[in-house]
């Protein structure tokens, strides 16, 4: 069946460092989403891509989706405390519902 | 706007007890989605259902039973509650599946 891979599976840096997670899916997708989950919380939706190739940004956070709509990213430029927590991807085949992948968890350090 | 409201939000069941999970939205969606996530593990789908009188089974569908009656509620019914049913269940919902969805606080849930 349709699997979305998500590397690496945990992630620590330094306040002020960049971070990033890739997202793969073994077949193209419709579109991806992408959610943060806070310590003890729920998944919030932070965004979604459609289109081959497609990048948007939101404050320090760069999201990317490949030009074959199999893979995508999420980048965070200069890391803070409140970026804490696990980043997941969501990709949806056509007619299937939303996959997601196991998260990459993030800390930082002050 | 409550969005989507799961009950209880914690709980500890004995073994072979059962017990509902409830889920509501108030946002007139149509699909709505149960997850568990397990320690450190990513969410893995129990049921969904696409509208109204329709639910379909997903990953982890054993053990576990639901109902759409109503377009807002959407409970999880454990049966024989097992230990390897420990877990946080999310309750979801999303106007039409490939757009986000929206998510619960969780039903923290631990059985002994």
């Known amino acids: 069946g349709q699997q979305v891979m998500q590397i690496p599976q945990y992630q620590h840096v330094q306040e002020g460092e960049d971070f990033t997670t890739y997202c793969n899916s073994s077949t193209t997708l419709s579109n991806i989403q992408w959610y943060k989950q806070r310590p003890g919380g729920h998944p919030v939706f932070l965004i979604q891509l459609v289109k081959s190739g497609e990048v948007k940004k939101q404050k320090r956070l760069t999201f990317q989706f490949g030009e074959a709509k199999k893979n995508s990213s999420l980048h965070i430029t200069a890391t803070q405390t409140t970026d804490v927590g696990t980043y997941f991807c969501a990709g949806v085949q056509a007619g299937t519902a939303l996959i997601f992948g196991k998260g990459t968890t993030l800390s930082v350090s002050s | 706007n409550a969005g989507v409201t799961q009950t209880p939000k914690f709980r500890i069941l004995k073994i072979g007890q059962s017990m509902t999970l409830q889920c509501t939205q108030d946002?007139?969606?149509?699909?709505m989605y149960w997850y568990r996530q397990d320690p450190g593990m990513g969410l893995k789908l129990i049921y969904y259902?696409?509208?109204?009188?329709?639910?379909d089974k997903g990953e982890v569908p054993n053990g576990y039973n639901v109902s759409r009656s109503t377009t807002e509620d959407f409970p999880l019914r454990l049966e024989l509650a097992a230990p390897s049913q420990t877990s946080v269940y999310f309750c979801?919902?999303?106007?039409?599946?490939?757009?986000?969805?929206?998510f619960g606080d969780g039903t923290r849930l631990s059985i002994l």
């Open positions: 979801a919902s999303t106007i039409v599946g490939n757009q986000p969805q929206h």
């Open positions: 259902s696409v509208g109204a009188g329709i639910t």
């Open positions: 946002m007139n969606h149509n699909y």
